[in-house]
């Protein structure tokens, strides 16, 4: 729990987009590649024949393309949370790139952690989490400490002096309770 | 609202408990509930919730039967012949809060967290508390046992209207029951620890 070296997180969850209305995320992508270097091969051929497709299914996503010489093939995703994310795609074949791209516009801009929980609720108690005024007297608001009334503890069991005290009184019941008896 | 109910679930508060004529080691294991967190439902085994607790009057404390003169404090300063015992009483008459503040060290016992919990436990003699601290304090702890009432306590109506259960004879000496050699306190003991 105490590495902070891989990024991890709570589970969250932006509970409006799709509810209602969707909102595509992805607010951009360039795709980056080479116009003649052999690693860039794959990615000529997506843009050649699944590009248009691409963007005529999804018209709010903005497409870039960047030649640039030399360079490795990848695609950089840009969200509307402001978000940057770069993939690089030298090595790999054409349906995997049409796949990473179709990965890329689902994506909401967060990033990818580790989540610690994969439950998550707004309402974790429906009788109220307790605090150390639940289930006190409300009148320890007005008292002033060290009050006599809380403190007192006046639970006591039978003593020697009650026990005296008992047994007269019983005696006499007794009798009392034996004539009545005699009467009838 | 959520960082409002975390500070006050996770809360610290003070208590208060009046310790006169109560036992000191049933008053601890009172207070140890209390230093530890345990009568909070959020309690954890690692994680250091307890209370602050203030005692008073810890000046007119109760030992159960002959525990002032028996129960013994012992001490050594880890040099050579620097073992003491030391009856309640006598402790008792040094430093008022001692008994009680080593009822509850003895009670922490085994709990890692137990510099802390007696760092959290306030003592007074009397009934005076600073008032800094007598501020924070929002609960009051009750009292152990129930204080019995003495003979003073009794008024002469209550004393004569009590039944009278049986006649001592005439002769009969009240007194004899003191042995002949009992002495005043602390003339039993050597001069080397009478008090001076």
């Known amino acids: 729990m105490s590495n902070n070296a891989i990024p991890k997180d709570f589970l969250k969850n932006v509970m409006q987009n799709g509810v209602g209305r969707y909102v595509c995320q992805l607010q951009r992508i360039t795709f980056r590649f080479c116009k003649s270097h052999g690693s860039s091969r794959f990615m000529r051929d997506f843009i050649e024949n699944h590009l248009l497709d691409f963007t005529q299914k999804h018209p709010g996503v903005v497409v870039y393309l960047q030649p640039r010489r030399h360079r490795a093939p990848s695609i950089v995703s840009e969200y509307l949370n402001g978000r940057r994310e770069v993939m690089e795609m030298a090595g790999k074949e054409v349906g995997d790139i049409c796949k990473w791209t179709e990965h890329m516009r689902t994506r909401s801009g967060v990033q990818i952690v580790n989540i610690l929980k994969n439950i998550h609720t707004d309402n974790p108690s429906i009788q109220d989490i307790w605090h150390p005024f639940m289930f006190k007297d409300p009148e320890l608001a007005i008292t002033k400490f060290p009050s006599e009334k809380f403190s007192v503890n006046l639970k006591t069991g039978k003593t020697a002096t009650d026990l005296v005290l008992e047994e007269l009184s019983a005696d006499s019941y007794e009798n009392k309770s034996k004539s009545t008896i005699d009467d009838k | ?196």
């Not at chain 2, 409002?4 to 207070?31: E, K, M």
């Not at chain 2, 810890?58 to 003169?69: D, E, G, K, V, Y």
């Not at chain 2, 709990?111 to 007074?124: C, K, S, T, V, Y």
């Open chain 2, 1 to 196: 609202h959520n960082r409002v109910i975390q500070w006050s679930t996770l809360a610290r508060s003070w208590w208060i408990y009046d310790a006169n004529n109560q036992c000191a080691f049933r008053s601890a294991y009172r207070l140890m509930i209390y230093l530890q967190g345990k009568h909070k439902p959020v309690y954890g085994n690692g994680a250091d919730i307890g209370d602050h607790v203030v005692v008073i009057n810890t000046q007119h404390i109760a030992l159960r039967s002959n525990f002032w003169r028996t129960f013994k404090h012992h001490h050594h300063t880890r040099y050579a012949g620097g073992y003491s015992r030391t009856s309640a009483w006598r402790v008792h008459e040094m430093d008022p809060t001692r008994i009680l503040e080593r009822a509850v060290h003895n009670r922490l016992a085994g709990i890692e967290f137990r510099r802390e919990l007696m760092a959290r436990l306030h003592l007074f003699p009397e009934a005076e508390v600073p008032e800094n601290i007598l501020s924070n304090v929002t609960g009051q702890i009750q009292q152990v046992q129930a204080i019995p009432k003495k003979l003073q306590d009794y008024t002469q109506e209550e004393i004569d209207k009590f039944p009278r259960l049986f006649e001592l004879p005439a002769d009969y000496d009240t007194e004899s029951y003191k042995r002949e050699n009992r002495l005043e306190p602390d003339k039993h003991t050597s001069m080397k620890y009478r008090l001076k």
